[in-house]
């Protein structure tokens, strides 16, 4: 494991002001409680805090927080943390006494910047019901951060984690998190949409949409200086941004009362980068409108009215902020008694805050047709910005009947895999129950009117020498359908969609997104078959691999979650989903891949074999050269395409086509299925490390299976070890809830992570960002 260096040179310490409320917890100073009792240390090196630490010796018995250890395992144990110290600066940690002599719980910092530090807060919706001030005793810092625990009877604990703090009062959390980030809270609101004139987002109905949604902002004062920052977590990027308030006190000064108007000139702070100091900021006019919350709860600091809205420098990614408040009619339900949501001061305000954009805004839709699914998601954007999800739907287990659908609004899960009772025997009646659900859905009144769709992305696996997204003119229309018969599975069943399409959302312009596109930086000596050149150039026969928009999405995320330029990741990634493939990800393109002129090549899925020798198919069945009594005029399959693609495989092994079932098996069928994909992914690993002279970031698990099997990745990983991948047991066994999680060992010479990958939201940034698309008229003429 990188154990970060732990200087103790002291920036800060704190938490001396004991907190008031003891009383209501009950201590577990002098009771028989054991913190530890069910858990045994680490055999691990690691070594003690540098400085022994004295006795508790701070206030009265009790404690400021808890922290709950090794969450939903047998070992699950509530630490209960006394006062902290924040101390050393390469990175900083905080130092917790616990309640016992000698009992330490250390939680390190991610770096020593301020803006790299976010205690992350619910916003008062998530619990509708109590004070919204209390939602602050509830602190998470998202993403792994290191905690070491020790007690005298030896180290507990040495592992990432998602931090999580219980405060026994409001203000030593706020006090607590002011000592993290060296800067005070000075107050906080909860807001339901925040957005930019980048990112411009009303809909026709005058709703918003935005970089963050129901998120709570704070504004922070630095503690060395008269800078202040506002910071909020942007949903649709799954990071924090913060902006530097110019002049934060003369602003409050001179606010506008009458129309409870404050302008407040600030700027974009990178994360993790230093303020930009310069002077250059343009002028903007907010017009944000509320009242003055109470007496803030922060440090006894004046909460002015307050703020809206950001201009930053050119250049930052952010001109303005706009902010909607949560609406009086919502914040009164239920607001009887103590149930009352609204402290005297609340921010409440009916109006919002609109910023004019010139940015024309627009819903996509992205359809994802695989083998086994069908997933599509509803987006809003403008151009040339990120898409931002507001709905995502899925028809499952195609391949193994009764399907299932999902439906997920927002964060809201509305209908959670629910088994399909009408008919759905292709892709596209998934799609047409989909797209039904989806306008049915009376919360989701942006596409109530089928027309509000402008544009839908298609996955198309197979795009021949497409190198590019095209818009779908019946001219692209036949290109397409010309290629069904190498992507048997896919491409004749996406075309089915893109007609329902053309049909049902007439309005809208189709654009295909092709599986293969990425790979079309392969290197000849690696596309070629050694056939002759002549056939396979007319035929064009050639590696061309699929899965390619997953990914784009991969080695983006992966990229981002590294901290490094694509053009400088290096990465073995596998998408094993019902097709299985792997990549060699060199500079942030395509070098190799698995899957070849058709998704059958390499290794092998739900229903296909993957690589066998080639001659095999003649020796299996004497009929294999016929054309299949299932070919339509759509498609020319032959017996043996057939065969390999969809009689073999998982169906074939074991019966059924799901993995989840084979991984956590011990039927002996079900485990040599197992054990034959673990040898074929492994040999793929083998190859890719070499072809990338062992210049390699990280192995990266993606897709239904790679995301969901913890057994499979851990027995891969296993195998690998001998190249420097090492899993990580307990992250590995963790719920993958982040876009990239990391779930190899620390100090292992490659890293190993989970990506989920978003095929939808790739379509979508893609046409987003596509200048013709915002021209073009496409199959509307
Ligand atoms: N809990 C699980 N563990 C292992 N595999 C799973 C689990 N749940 C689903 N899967 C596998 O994921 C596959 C679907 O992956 P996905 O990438 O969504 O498929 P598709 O190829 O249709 O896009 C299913 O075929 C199933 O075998
Ligand atoms: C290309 C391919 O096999 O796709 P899927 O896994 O979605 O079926
Ligand atoms: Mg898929």
Request: hydrophobic residues 35%.
């Amino acid at each position: 494991m990188a154990v970060p260096g732990s200087s103790t040179s002291s920036y800060v310490s704190s938490s001396h002001s004991a907190p008031t409320t003891y009383a209501q917890y009950a201590s577990p100073t002098g009771s028989a409680y054991t913190p530890n009792s069910a858990i045994s240390p680490l055999t691990s090196e690691s070594s003690g805090p540098e400085t022994p630490l004295r006795p508790l010796d701070l206030g009265p018995p009790g404690y400021h927080a808890t922290i709950i250890l090794f969450e939903q395992t047998p070992n699950e144990s509530t630490i209960y943390l006394g006062p902290w110290e924040v101390v050393g600066t390469d990175p900083p940690r905080v130092i917790w006494r616990c309640s016992y002599e000698g009992e330490v719980l250390e939680h390190y910092l991610p770096s020593d910047s301020p803006a790299d530090t976010h205690p992350y807060t619910l916003h008062a919706q998530h619990r509708r019901f109590g004070d919204p001030r209390e939602l602050e005793l509830y602190l998470t810092f998202k993403g792994p951060q290191r905690v070491r625990y020790e007690t005298p009877d030896g180290v507990f604990l040495d592992d990432y984690m998602e931090v999580k703090y219980e405060f026994t009062t409001i203000e030593s959390s706020i006090q607590f998190q002011g000592d993290v980030r060296r800067r005070d809270l000075v107050d906080w609101f909860d807001v339901d949409v925040i957005w930019s004139d980048t990112h411009g987002r009303t809909d026709n109905y005058g709703n918003v949409r935005g970089l963050g949604t129901i998120q709570r902002i704070k504004i922070w004062r630095d503690r060395y200086s008269t800078f202040h920052y506002i910071s909020f977590f942007a949903n649709h990027r799954r990071r924090w941004k913060e902006y530097l308030v110019n002049d934060f006190e003369p602003a409050v000064r001179q606010r506008d009362d009458r129309h409870r108007r404050l302008r407040l000139q600030a700027r974009g702070a990178r994360r993790g980068s230093a303020p930009d100091t310069s002077n250059q900021g343009r002028r903007f006019s907010a017009t944000s409108m509320f009242r003055p919350r109470q007496a803030s709860a922060a440090n006894g600091a004046q909460a002015g009215p307050s703020t809206v809205a950001a201009q930053p420098v050119s250049g930052l990614d952010v001109r303005y902020l706009g902010i909607q408040f949560t609406r009086n009619e919502r914040m009164q339900q239920g607001t009887d008694g103590p149930n009352m949501i609204e402290g005297p001061g609340w921010v409440r305000l009916r109006e919002h805050v609109y910023m004019p954009t010139e940015s024309v805004f627009t819903f996509i839709l992205s359809v994802n047709a695989g083998s086994s699914s069908v997933k599509i998601s509803v987006f809003t954007t403008s151009k040339g910005q990120d898409p931002t999800q507001i709905a995502e739907l899925q028809v499952s287990g195609l391949t193994s009947p009764p399907p299932k659908l999902d439906y997920k609004r927002g964060s809201t899960s509305v209908i959670k895999s629910q088994d399909v009772d009408g008919k759905i025997e292709s892709q596209d009646d998934a799609f047409s129950l989909l797209l039904q659900t989806l306008i049915d859905d009376a919360d989701l009144p942006e596409i109530k009117e089928k027309d509000h769709i402008a544009v839908v992305t298609h996955r198309i696996v197979h795009g021949g020498d497409f190198n590019n997204q095209e818009i779908i003119t019946p001219d692209t229309y036949h290109k397409i359908e010309e290629l069904n018969d190498l992507a048997p599975l896919h491409n004749a069943k996406s075309l089915e969609i893109v007609k329902s399409c053309i049909e049902k959302l007439p309005s809208a312009i189709n654009v295909a997104c092709f599986d293969s596109q990425f790979h079309s930086t392969i290197p000849d000596h690696i596309r070629t078959y050694p056939i002759d050149q002549a056939i396979a150039k007319s035929n064009r026969l050639r590696k061309y691999g699929f899965h390619g928009i997953s990914y784009a999405f991969i080695t983006r995320s992966v990229a981002d979650f590294l901290g490094k330029p694509p053009g400088e990741t290096n990465i073995i990634a596998l998408h094993l989903g019902s097709g299985a493939s792997a990549c060699a990800i060199k500079g942030g393109k395509s070098w190799d891949t698995s899957m070849g002129l058709t998704p059958l090549a390499g290794l092998p899925g739900a229903t296909r074999s993957g690589s066998v020798d080639p001659s095999l198919v003649f020796h299996y069945a004497s009929d294999v050269g016929r054309l299949s009594p299932s070919s339509t005029k759509e498609l020319h399959i032959s017996r043996a395409e057939e065969i390999l693609n969809q009689e073999s495989g998982w169906k074939s092994l074991t019966g059924t086509t799901n993995f989840g079932t084979i991984a956590t098996s011990s039927d002996p069928t079900h485990k040599l299925a197992f054990d034959l994909f673990v040898d074929r992914i492994c040999g793929f690993v083998g190859t890719y490390y070499v072809s990338l002279r062992g210049q390699v970031d990280a192995l990266v698990f993606a897709g239904g299976i790679g995301e969901k099997s913890e057994q499979l990745r851990a027995a891969v990983v296993e195998q690998c070890q001998c190249l420097g991948f090492e899993i990580d047991e307990s992250k590995n066994s963790k719920k993958i809830e982040s876009v990239v999680q990391d779930v190899g060992k620390g100090g292992a010479r490659h890293g190993v992570l989970v990506c989920q990958t978003d095929e939808q939201f790739e379509m979508a940034r893609a046409v987003a960002e596509d200048e013709k698309i915002w021209k073009e008229d496409g199959m509307k003429n």
